[in-house]
């Protein structure tokens, strides 16, 4: 693929995140810290942050196996979880969060935890789609600000 069409393909990708109400502003800034220095910065804090927000995963589903529910420990779980999505401007997951924790302070999040991890498992999906492309368009590829 000729290197103009792939960076078209990269900025659409991209602007089709945040059209989809996917991410907000937050990424924005995340990708102004990236520079010559560092050139995959944006990349490696996405990869970590899905590194630990699927741990956090994995204790909320431990956490909503016991009975009965311990809603602090599910509640301090959740905050970490969407701290973590939160600095990478993953709106789309970082709302699904707010409803969990709106949903187990009534007493019933595991409709809405199994609608979160659908979100987080389609966003990592879409990063792992765009990062890739971004690696095969090499260095200095620098992406447009969101419309």
């Known amino acids: ?8 393909q990269i900025n659409s990708m991209r602007q089709s995140l945040f059209d989809q109400g996917l991410l907000d502003e937050q990424f924005v800034q995340l990708e102004e810290l990236q520079d010559d220095a560092n050139p ?5 804090v ?11 995963i994995l204790n909320l589903e431990q956490a909503l196996k016991k009975s009965p529910l311990d809603f602090n420990q ?8 969407k701290g973590s999505i939160s600095s990478i401007g993953a709106r789309k997951v970082k709302d699904q969060c707010t409803l969990f ?9 595991e409709g809405t935890f199994q609608r979160l991890k659908k979100e987080h498992t389609s966003l990592r999906k879409k990063f792992e789609a765009y990062f ?3 690696r095969q368009a090499g260095p200095s590829q620098v992406a447009s600000r969101p419309k």
Do not use: H, I
């Not at 693929?1 to 078209?8: A, G, V």
């Not at 599910?74 to 979880?81: A, R, T």
């Open 132 to 134: 890739q492309l971004k």
């Open 40 to 44: 995959n910065f944006v990349e490696e």
């Open 46 to 56: 996405v990869t970590l942050c899905f590194r630990d927000s699927s741990r956090l």
């Open 101 to 109: 924790r709106e949903y187990c302070m009534a007493g019933s999040g």
């Open 1 to 8: 693929m000729e290197r103009s069409q792939l960076l078209r």
């Open 74 to 81: 599910l509640d301090s779980y959740m905050q970490q979880f």
